[in-house]
């Protein structure tokens, strides 16, 4: 590996100085992970299943069985699974869960709609007493 000093220094002096600077204290991991969103955001990177479940914020279990049982959408390279940010999106499109009413407002939607109800069924076909005349009888003997 290279020592910092073996940098070339054709780039901005303030890069070369933040890189000597994260080689010397361990903060490599953190440019490493800038550069990566930056290229994953340009859409130049695929990840593995571990690095995707990562990135996803899952496990790698979870992503695997979802390519195979419920497709999940990957690139298929060989005998491996690799993801790149389009495929990312799509599941977590896929796993996107819409937002659901406050039971307040689902109170008030149904007693709206069985308030329409009834105002809408006319009142002749609400159920009558027959009226026949052996009926008026049988009630008055009765």
Known sequence: MPSPEDTPTTADPAIVKAVREALTTG?????????????????????????????????????????????????DMGKSKRFGPRELREIQNMLRVPAKPSRLAAAR????SQKSETSKQPAS???QKPTDE???ELALTG
């Open 134 to 136: 052996r009926h008026l």
């Open 109 to 112: 939607r149904r007693s709206a």
């Open 27 to 75: 903060e490599l991991r953190e440019i490493v992970v800038a550069a990566a969103i930056e290229s994953f955001n340009s859409g130049d990177l695929t990840f593995t299943p571990k690095e995707a479940a990562a990135a996803l914020g899952c496990g790698v279990r979870f992503l695997l069985d979802g390519c195979n049982k419920h497709g999940f959408p990957y690139i």
């Open 125 to 127: 076909r609400k159920r």
